[in-house]
């Protein structure tokens, strides 16, 4: 299982966010990804293997983590950014978890 | 280009049967292990299926067993969803998703998303 926190975060434009995937067991740091979902987009990879940008992702998107604790951060928020972020295990049994999402609004 | 088209919206009644298609364009689709992620409006996103490139292994989440079938047509490098038995629960946004290159693709991230297709069950 994958918990992400928090469940919705308020941060304004030009701020750092940073959230958090934690598993309910270890997942190795390889198959560990981030995606991000706009309203009415189909989801969009950001970080595979939890620091790895996938093409065209901005810098100002990082992933860090191992064994049970992730995190995605974001340096400085642009308007684009506000969006919802689901964390990804792709590696163990049960396999392709998601997380819960974490909803990142406009304070 | 490189991109997952998906069929169109469909509403369906509960117990019936509905077949969702996902073609693959700009790329070697036969390469590629595919899967299926629905998203009930509102909420998260749940993995369903996965299908291996030569389109003879598939896998899938254990609450949908026996009622689902992903399969493949390589000559069209088409994949389709086949689920029975429709509840209102089925209602969601179905993507299909590209996942990695043969051989080791199965512990690949979900790099493709088509564009979805809403179902709907509603009596």
């Known amino acids: 299982v994958l918990t992400q926190s928090p469940g919705t975060l308020s941060l304004s434009p030009g701020d750092r966010a940073t959230l958090s995937c934690r598993a309910s067991q270890i997942v190795s740091a390889a198959y560990l990804a981030w995606y991000q979902q706009r309203p009415g987009q189909a989801p969009r990879l950001l970080i595979y293997?939890?620091?790895t940008r996938a093409a065209g992702v901005p810098d100002r998107f990082s992933g860090s983590g191992s064994g049970t604790d992730f995190t995605l951060a974001i340096s400085r928020l642009e308007p684009e950014d506000f969006a919802v972020y689901y964390c990804?295990?792709?590696?163990?049994?049960?396999?392709?978890?998601f997380g819960q999402g974490t909803r990142l609004e406009i304070k | 280009q490189v991109q997952l088209v998906q069929s169109g919206s469909e509403v369906k009644k509960p117990g019936a049967s509905v077949k969702v298609s996902c073609k693959a364009t700009g790329y070697n689709s036969s390469d590629y292990y595919m899967h299926w992620v629905r998203q009930v409006p509102g909420q998260g996103l749940e993995w369903i299926a996965i299908i291996n490139p030569r389109g003879d292994r598939t896998e899938y989440v254990q609450k949908l067993q026996g009622r689902v079938t992903m399969t493949r047509d390589t000559s069209t490098s088409t994949v389709f969803v086949d689920l029975r038995s429709l509840t209102f629960e089925d209602t969601a946004v179905y993507y299909c998703?590209?996942?990695?290159?043969?051989?080791?693709?199965?512990?690949?991230?979900?790099?493709?998303w088509g564009q979805g297709t809403l179902v709907t069950v509603s009596s």
């Open positions: 998703v590209r996942g990695g290159p043969s051989p080791y693709g199965d512990y690949s991230q979900f790099d493709l």
């Open positions: 990804q295990q792709y590696g163990r049994s049960p396999r392709y978890t």
């Open positions: 293997a939890t620091s």
